[in-house]
């Protein structure tokens, strides 16, 4: 059974802090790693990382994927009390059961 | 291009009755899928479906139905509700090339008493 496990699970920062949250994944024909902002309503897509060791980037967040040690970190840098929310991260299976698995989440509490 | 849209966005529901969940999108996506969301779960992949006339169960599929009639709509239905089955339940879509990622519905918040 594919499983994905994020951690932590609950954070609590000041504004200004770097934080990383970490994603582990066992998935079956993996294809990608996914990751989603979730703020009170449908997630919100970030990135998508297909290749080991390259790193995504986007404004102050920024992600990589370790295929061999199979775990991603998502990083956001001088935090904002607008990057507080859900961080999921997923696993992408390909071929003909085609699906995603979804960890549990780290919910982000960035305090002014 | 109004993207993925569920209806309705609030319900309240006895135990015993049963509803359907509407979800349809409108980017020719071949793929799409129902994930229930759980305080402290995370999203759950309850069926997807690859293609018109294709279904498939997803991780907890027991009491929903679903069909796949046309590549727009995918309806999730509930035959007979549960308490357990109050949640928010997210409908998503995607187009399975590999540089694409899911679009998910505004979600549906339901309530089983």
């Known amino acids: 059974e594919d499983k994905v496990v994020q951690s932590p699970l609950s954070l609590v920062v000041h504004e200004g802090d770097t934080v990383t949250l970490n994603c582990s994944y066992e998935v079956t024909n993996f294809r990608s790693l996914l990751w989603y902002k979730q703020e009170k309503k449908a997630p919100t897509f970030l990135f998508m990382l297909t290749s080991s060791g390259i790193e995504k980037k986007s404004g102050r967040l920024s992600s990589i994927l370790d295929k061999k040690e199979l775990f991603s970190i998502l990083n956001i840098t001088a935090t904002q009390t607008g990057d507080s929310a859900v961080y999921l991260c997923?696993?992408?299976?390909?071929?003909?059961?085609?699906?995603?698995?979804f960890g549990k989440g780290t919910l982000l509490t960035v305090n002014p | 291009n109004a993207g993925v849209t569920q209806t309705p966005k609030f319900q309240v529901l006895k135990t015993g009755q049963s509803m359907t969940l509407q979800c349809a999108q409108d980017?020719?996506?071949?793929?799409m899928s129902w994930y229930r969301q759980d305080p402290g779960m995370g999203l759950r992949l309850i069926h997807y479906s690859v293609g018109a006339g294709i279904t498939d169960q997803g991780e907890v599929p027991n009491g929903y139905n679903v069909s796949r009639s046309t590549t727009e709509d995918f309806p999730l239905r509930l035959l007979s509700a549960a308490p357990s089955q109050t949640s928010v339940y997210f409908c998503a879509s995607q187009a399975i090339i590999f540089t694409d990622t899911q679009y998910f519905g505004p979600g549906t918040r339901l309530t089983v008493l």
């Open positions: 980017m020719n996506h071949e793929y």
């Open positions: 997923a696993g992408d299976s390909g071929g003909s059961n085609y699906k995603l698995t």
